[in-house]
């Protein structure tokens, strides 16, 4: 049974730094893409960042250039690190991860950006 495990949320007033955790296990095979979702009450769940295995990033255009995307494969683990922090980041973020063209969720970390 493959789990994701986010951790690293929390509340950080406006222009403050967290970095987001996601620990993989359960999986046999290694994990393909990885990357973060977040969803903001009222709105639809949208993709953050992602990273592939050769680590090539992609990002939303609202987080480019504040958050980075990162993975340690030996660890299965992929990070977020967010800088610059707004109130409109403030979010349930979600941790995905691909094996075998499945796709895996985590339970979520709350983000909480104050102003």
């Known amino acids: 049974q493959v789990q994701l495990v986010e951790s690293g949320g929390g509340l950080v007033q406006a222009g403050g730094s967290l970095r987001l955790s996601c620990v993989g296990s359960g999986n046999i095979f290694p994990f393909n893409a990885m990357g973060w979702y977040r969803q903001a009450p009222g709105k639809q769940r949208e993709l953050v960042a992602d990273?592939?295995?050769?680590?090539?990033?992609r990002y939303a255009h609202s987080v480019k250039g504040r958050f980075t995307i990162s993975r340690d494969n030996a660890k299965s683990t992929v990070y977020l690190q967010m800088s610059s922090l707004k109130p409109e980041d403030t979010a349930v973020y979600y941790c995905t991860a691909t094996v075998l063209n499945r796709e895996y969720w985590g339970q979520g970390t709350q983000v909480t950006v104050s102003s």
């Open positions: 990273i592939s295995t050769s680590d090539s990033a």
